[in-house]
């Protein structure tokens, strides 16, 4: 008993010791926890006290992003307010696939209501490859109200799919004035690269083309931005604040609508070009080139066949003749040739030279031909101007020489651009013995002069540059440079401001005012005159108008050959040229008419140019504006050279 | 020492016959409620997550409770058998086990999934427990080797599926009773030694590729800002934004935004530390000290050496989940898988977590006299 008592004790002695060693343990590991929750809570005070400021600007920078706010185009008008370009609301089909329970059969029941073509389905697919869940894509652009209507009824059926309204842009008037117009488009890599990035934030479309891109700085404005508090993947949550884009400005055109109209129609299906300018200021009144095209076809991306249509298309409808088209002025020119005769005193206006039908120089065996084989006899300058004689001509640009032609063509802007600024204007060229040794590497021959004095051989003008160089004639030696644009009325206060015309230009000054009244009593006579290669247009014009045919050779006739219009290919056959300004005694407008292989200057070009003026005669005087006449194919009376 | 009516007096009614500790409880009731508000939060309001997170709680609950009505004899009857259970199935787990998350973990018994190696965060401690208390303490030298190897096995195992979280947690669990059983200091200190310079072997042989990149992120988290480094990064972002008094319930940007990887698992104290500041932090801190000192507190009242050593052992335990998880969102240690306890999304560990509090319970009030 007494030993188990003791072992008893000893045990229980055991078990006091065995508690007080595990209490022991027990509070240093209290105290080794105390002192790793201290170590715990001095983390966190040094997080949440010291690092605060830290880390409260990284958790804002995670959480706010910047989203561009695109600003809204400016809208473009005709002199008179008509609108020619604007934004409208287009409605495009957007799916969020994230929210689409069954995708293939979403798009299989679009495809049931709504015609989806085969493009957009691949286009659609390759975008939401690379794009996130959550964000909408594309499926079908510019919806019309049927299919928008349609859709709304059905809505119900798919989730996650959506009609989405933006503004883009729209011509509404189509094909018209789209030379002057031109067009927007999506912004390419080449363009990313020269815009100003923060203006253009979140904007996807920039002019390309003709006003559009000529004013692009007023037009565009500039972006705004949005804060917004987006989540780890980027959707966004709510907006925070917003700073508002700046909308761009709008632009009124020199264009007038109305001349505009009437001039496309008079050119109706011709290749060509009509450019009309207000002689007194420089505006262009109308800027025709056809054929045209639909420009809203532009903005949203041309798909590649239409696209390569339009670019093998012969005709270039994409090719702004009025700008980059390149004429030989033909006998355009000669009014010029013979102003420049008449002030360097190469001939007197009463002095005649005798044309046999062909000039000769003087040791050379070649005969440069008169459009007129049988000849005209003894011309003296206004009977060759209303004649339109080759030979008279001839002589002038023999005796004035090439370096004091080109020189004094020189002064009416022909060879470099009028500065009007529209985009893709060339020069032509004003040929000189430096152009022909710097473009050809050859030296100059006199038989060489000869043809320009008739605007042949080199000489080449675009349309616009033959108006200006005739608004210029009409304005004895000054213009002021073509424009475009006319007023411009900013959207964020309204206001509105009338653009002063481009700073008058002196291109020659005249030395005797007698001489200029000469050469215009010339081309009054060839309208008005018995034998004018220009009579056809003078029945009923009641208004005097200065003016002179041309035709330019496309195709070169061997020394000896006739030309026989019917003989030759369509495209061979000779342009039609008309320029003109009027009223002859107090100039208001000028007139350049290029019709291609339109035959006959007189017959083609010239009454086109008169039904021109009469609207802009009857616009001026707020008359009704006449109907045009339809124009004629040919049916030329001469054959003006 | 006090007699059996103190004994008695003391217990309160709950403790005599749900055999349930009343502090414990409450403690425990106020974590998961935090922990629902803020898993609410930072699930973005889900409230079928939140449904989820309940039904778990009340299951593991009523296992706490289940287990609380076992004696520690019986329990120290079984332990034995619960161990060499335990072993089996982790041996199972690696050649039938099923994959999650890169590792093979989870053991299938029809539509019950299991993981042994939560088991094993109670039998470790409970073996070692046993083994030390058949003899008087402190223990023997081999006595320290053989619980050492009992620690080692089932780690090696756990290491092997891989799950480096629960491995910490099981080979601390074994080591507090080993400490807490009286070993040597100058073992102690030779122990410390060896495993200091086992660490180059540790890292060399040992580590997956995986671990050794969430060590190396730990000591420069820039180093890859979008991958590893990244939960650290925006769980400071988190922690530290939320400043003293924090960005408030339901309005933590980082959470609710969704910077924050894991925000409702692992990473969930740095969305409590966003949305209820330094002020929020120092309250939960201080909550958890309070369990935790409860159950030293418990084991220091045990009658027994095995209840003893098993509950002090499981409270430190419960330590070493709250420091490692905080430590490890606080950038403080390396990223280890280890939820926060009570309030972080997720099944298994919460019941082992209420089974360990269970025996607590079960310790404090299945206490007896001395002379019965």
């Keep these: 008993m007494a030993s188990k008592k003791g072992q008893g004790d000893n045990r229980l002695r055991d078990q006091i010791q065995e508690k007080r060693l595990f209490t022991r343990r027990a509070v240093l590991a209290g105290a080794g926890v105390l002192g790793l929750m201290g170590l715990l809570g001095g983390r966190m005070a040094h997080l949440q006290i010291s690092g605060h400021q830290h880390y409260a600007t990284m958790s804002q920078a995670n959480r706010v992003r910047l989203v561009p706010v695109p600003p809204n185009r400016g809208l473009i008008h005709d002199r008179n307010g008509v609108i020619l370009a604007e934004n409208r609301p287009t409605y495009q089909l957007m799916v969020i696939p994230e929210q689409v329970p069954d995708l293939e059969e979403t798009l299989a029941g679009l495809g049931a209501i ?74 390419n890599e080449q363009e990313l690269q020269r815009i100003d990035s923060s203006r253009y934030r979140g904007s996807t479309h920039i002019g390309k083309s003709g006003a559009e891109l000529q004013f692009e700085d007023l037009l565009h404005g500039h972006s705004g931005i949005e804060r917004v508090e987006a989540n780890a993947l980027g959707r966004v949550i709510r907006p925070l604040e917003r700073l508002d884009p700046n909308p761009g400005t709008d632009v009124y055109l020199t264009i007038d609508s109305r001349l505009q109209r009437i001039a496309e129609e008079v050119l109706g299906d011709w290749q060509g070009s009509i450019v009309a300018l207000d002689t007194r200021n420089g505006d262009i009144l109308a800027l025709v080139s056809k054929p045209t095209f639909d420009p809203n076809l532009f903005v949203h991306g041309i798909d590649r066949e239409t696209f390569q249509a339009l670019q093998a298309d012969p005709s270039r409808p994409l090719y702004n003749r009025a700008m980059r088209g390149q004429y030989p002025p033909g006998s355009t020119i000669k009014p010029f040739v013979a102003l420049a005769s008449l002030e360097n005193e190469i001939k007197r206006a009463s002095e005649r030279v005798f044309c046999p039908g062909f000039y000769t120089l003087p040791g050379v065996s070649h005969r440069w031909r008169c459009w007129q084989r049988r000849g005209h006899g003894h011309m003296n300058m206004e009977d060759s101007l209303v004649q339109s004689c080759d030979v008279y001509f001839y002589d002038v640009a023999y005796r004035l020489g090439i370096d004091r032609m080109q020189e004094y063509l020189g002064g009416f802007g022909f060879g470099r651009r009028t500065g009007s600024g529209v985009p893709g204007e060339l020069p032509g060229v004003l040929p000189s013995r430096e152009w022909k040794r710097a473009a050809r590497g050859e030296s100059w021959y006199h038989g060489e002069t000869l043809i320009t004095g008739i605007g042949q051989g080199f000489f080449l003008t675009t349309p616009m540059q033959l108006a200006h160089a005739t608004a210029v004639l009409a304005n004895k030696g000054s213009a002021h440079p073509p424009r475009l644009i006319k007023r411009i009325e900013r959207n964020d206060n309204g206001e509105v401001s009338d653009l002063p015309p481009e700073e008058k230009e002196t291109h020659f000054k005249l030395r005797d005012e007698s001489n200029w009244q000469q050469v215009v009593d010339g081309m009054i006579a060839s309208i008005r005159g018995p034998r004018g290669t220009a009579r056809s247009i003078a029945p009923g014009l009641e208004y005097e108008v200065a003016g002179k045919t041309g035709t330019a050779q496309v195709f070169s006739l061997g020394q000896d050959e006739k030309y026989d219009a019917d003989a030759i290919p369509v495209h061979l056959r000779d342009h039609a040229l008309f320029n003109c300004f009027a009223p002859a005694d107090d100039p208001r407008i000028s007139v350049a008419v290029v019709v291609e292989n339109g035959g006959s200057g007189g017959g083609v070009a010239a009454p086109m140019a008169r039904q021109v003026m009469d609207a802009w005669h009857a616009i001026e005087r707020g008359q009704p504006i006449p109907r045009p006449d339809p124009p004629e194919e040919d049916d030329a009376e001469t054959a003006d050279g | 020492m006090a007699d059996a009516s103190l004994i008695e007096q003391r217990m309160t009614r709950v403790q005599r016959h749900l055999h349930l500790d009343g502090q414990l409880l409450t403690a425990i009731a106020l974590l998961s409620g935090v922990g629902l508000a803020i898993l609410y939060s930072a699930s973005n309001q889900d409230m079928a ?62 539509p019950i999934r299991f993981q042994p190696a939560e088991l094993m965060k109670l039998a470790i401690p409970m073996m070692v427990a046993w083994y030390l208390s058949r003899r008087p303490l402190p223990p023997s030298l081999s006595q320290v080797l053989v619980a050492l190897v009992m620690i080692a096995v089932p780690t090696a195992l756990i290491i092997m599926q ?10 601390a669990a074994g080591l507090f009773v080993v400490f807490l059983a009286g070993l040597r200091w100058r073992v102690l200190l030779g122990a410390l030694a060896a495993i200091l310079a086992a660490i180059p072997v540790f890292w060399m042989f040992l580590m997956h590729d995986y671990q050794k990149q969430r060590v190396l992120t730990l000591f420069d988290p820039e180093r890859d800002p979008l991958g590893a480094g990244y939960h650290i990064i925006q769980s400071t972002i988190a922690i530290g934004s939320g400043g003293v008094y924090g960005k408030g319930w339901l309005n933590g940007t980082q959470s609710q935004l969704q910077f924050l990887p894991e925000r409702n698992t692992d990473f969930i104290f740095a969305v409590f ?22 159950g030293l507190y418990i084991a220091c009242q045990a009658q027994d050496n095995f209840s003893r050593l098993l509950a002090g052992s499981l409270a430190l335990t419960f330590f070493v989940y709250v420091f490692v998880n905080v430590g490890m969102v606080s950038g403080l240690i390396p990223v280890v898988g280890l939820p926060l306890p009570l309030i972080s999304y997720g099944g298994t560990s919460m019941v082992t977590l209420m089974a360990a509090f269970g025996i607590l319970m079960s310790v404090h009030t299945h206490r007896r006299m001395w002379s019965s």
Excluded at chain 1, 147 to 160: E, K, L, Q, S, Y
Excluded at chain 1, 165 to 184: K, M, N, T, W
Excluded at chain 2, 273 to 294: D, K, T
């Design chain 1, 114 to 187: 709504i015609e989806l073509e085969e493009s957009d389905l691949t286009r659609f697919h390759n975008q939401r490859q690379r794009q996130r869940r959550f964000d909408a894509i594309p499926l079908k652009f510019r919806l019309d109200e049927r299919d928008v209507a349609i859709f709304a009824t059905n809505r119900h059926r798919f989730p996650g799919v959506e009609v989405e309204a933006r503004l883009s842009r729209v011509y509404p008037q189509g094909e018209h004035a789209v030379h002057a117009i031109g067009h927007v488009g999506r912004i």
């Design chain 2, 49 to 110: 997550e939140l449904q989820r997170q309940l039904v778990r709680l009340s299951v593991a609950f009523v296992g706490m409770v289940a287990i609380a009505q076992v004696p520690p004899k019986t329990l120290q009857r079984w332990t034995p058998w619960v161990f060499l259970a335990g072993l089996v199935m982790l041996v199972l787990v690696l050649l039938v086990g099923t994959y999650g998350k890169g590792a093979q973990r989870w053991l299938g018994f029809g």
């Design chain 2, 162 to 171: 891989p799950d480096l979280g629960t491995a910490v947690l099981v080979t």
């Design chain 2, 273 to 294: 530390s966003e949305e209820f500041g330094l002020v929020g932090v120092v309250q939960l801190l201080v909550l958890y000290l309070f369990i935790i000192w409860r």
